[in-house]
């Protein structure tokens, strides 16, 4: 289980790279929350709002990661285009069905996540990913 969880914007990859060790600098957006595996939630997300399995995701290497290594706990990875388009594309009645049933899964595994607290972050990250559309930059997460 992570202790920081910050969502940004960066034009690139390699920009992305570069807050491995020390968060999003100012000029980029970003959100932070905590208490929950983002490389599961993301897959799970995409589950939710664009599709597809969960094993088929991980096995396309998804959540694709940019910096760091799962071993050592600090990471960055990337929002896949499907998560990032589903996100800024989501209305939300739509986003509101996605938290509820994102809290049911990590319940059924033992984990609470209040759906209310599930709503506010899929609602400001579909905020972040329709900024990043309109800057034409990519969403990313960093884990610490």
Do not use: K
Not at 39 to 49: G, H
């Amino acid at each position: 289980m992570s202790t920081i969880v910050e969502f940004f914007t960066a034009p690139d990859d390699a920009a992305a790279a570069l807050v491995l060790w020390t968060g999003p600098p100012h000029p980029f957006e970003s959100l932070s929350f905590g208490n929950f595996d983002p490389e599961e939630a993301a897959v799970e997300w995409e589950c939710l709002l664009a599709g597809g399995s969960f094993e088929d995701l991980v096995e396309a290497g998804e959540p694709r990661l940019v910096a760091g290594q799962d071993d050592d706990g600090c990471v960055v990875f990337a929002f896949s285009p499907r998560l990032f388009a589903a996100l800024a594309e989501a209305e939300r009645p739509e986003l509101d069905d996605a938290a509820a049933s994102w809290a049911a899964l990590r319940a059924e595994d033992g984990e609470v996540i209040d759906t209310d607290i599930a709503s506010v972050i899929l609602g400001d990250l579909a905020a972040l990913a329709r900024s990043a559309r309109l800057q034409g930059r990519a969403v990313y997460c960093r884990v610490a």
